[in-house]
């Protein structure tokens, strides 16, 4: 299983980026797709994430601003990233939970950078 993500870029503060990933390969069911952020110096840390019923999990800290959900293609989720702030600049990682493998699959990471 691969995951290939992609839309990170360079936006000003206050502006909008939307990523996507995909997931290709042997799959069976996904159990939960999320979205994981790491800048320079810190740990990784969950930004949001969705499950098969459409239940989604997202902190306080882009609570109102970032939204999750799967995309219209199979296998793929996205994050609508909204009023984006200098803090938000990190290497967005897409994950997925396939509980037959009982592993997380990860993406390559796309680099999210918002100037002030």
């Known amino acids: 299983v691969q995951l290939q993500a992609s839309g990170g870029g360079l936006v000003q503060a206050g502006g909008s980026l939307r990523l996507s990933c995909a997931a290709s390969?042997?799959?069976?069911?996904?159990?939960?797709m999320g979205w994981y952020r790491q800048a320079p110096g810190k740990q990784r840390e969950l930004v949001a994430e969705?499950?098969?019923?459409?239940?989604?999990n997202v902190p306080n800290s882009v609570k109102g601003r970032f939204t999750i959900s799967r995309g219209d293609a199979k296998n793929t989720v996205d994050l609508q990233m909204n009023s984006l702030k200098p803090e938000d600049t990190a290497a967005y990682y897409c994950?997925?939970?396939?509980?037959?493998?009982?592993?997380?699959?990860w993406g390559q990471g796309t680099l999210v950078t918002v100037s002030s």
């Open positions: 390969g042997r799959i069976t069911t996904i159990n939960t």
């Open positions: 994950q997925m939970w396939i509980p037959t493998d009982a592993k997380d699959y």
């Open positions: 969705i499950t098969n019923d459409g239940w989604t």
